[in-house]
Nanobody, 127 residues
């Protein structure tokens, strides 16, 4: 069993930045593909970014490409999401997820590929 706990959400002005963290339990964190997803009230959860076990491969949704950066520190069992140039379209609940699947050919953008989920952290952007 893997437990994931997100932190770092909060209120930020449009154009500002936040860094989200996701701390994972378990000794095999370094083997997981990790992803970040976000969800607005009443809408489907959508993919934001994913990173392979070593951090050498990443994948981003088009809506965040160039603004968000995913990274990981396997020694700390933590994955990060640096979010820059936040805009009012970005405020949502952000959740991290762990996948037991390999990276595959195209990465893991589908929420059905993930096995464990955190509860999420709220991000609010003021205009």
């Amino acid at each position: 069993q893997v437990q994931l706990v997100e932190s770092g959400g909060g209120l930020v002005q449009a154009g500002g930045s936040l860094r989200l963290s996701c701390a994972a339990s378990g000794r095999t964190f370094s083997t997981y593909v990790m992803g970040w997803f976000r969800q607005a009230p009443g809408k489907e959860r959508e993919f934001v970014a994913a990173i392979n076990w070593s951090g050498g491969r990443t994948l981003y949704a088009d809506s965040v490409k160039g603004r968000f950066t995913i990274s990981r520190d396997n020694a700390k069992n933590t994955v990060y999401l640096q979010m820059n140039s936040l805009n009012p379209a970005d405020p949502l609940v952000y959740s991290c997820a762990a996948s037991l699947n390999s990276w595959g050919r195209y990465g893991r953008p589908s929420k059905t590929d993930y096995d464990y989920w955190g509860r999420g952290t709220q991000v609010t952007v003021s205009s």
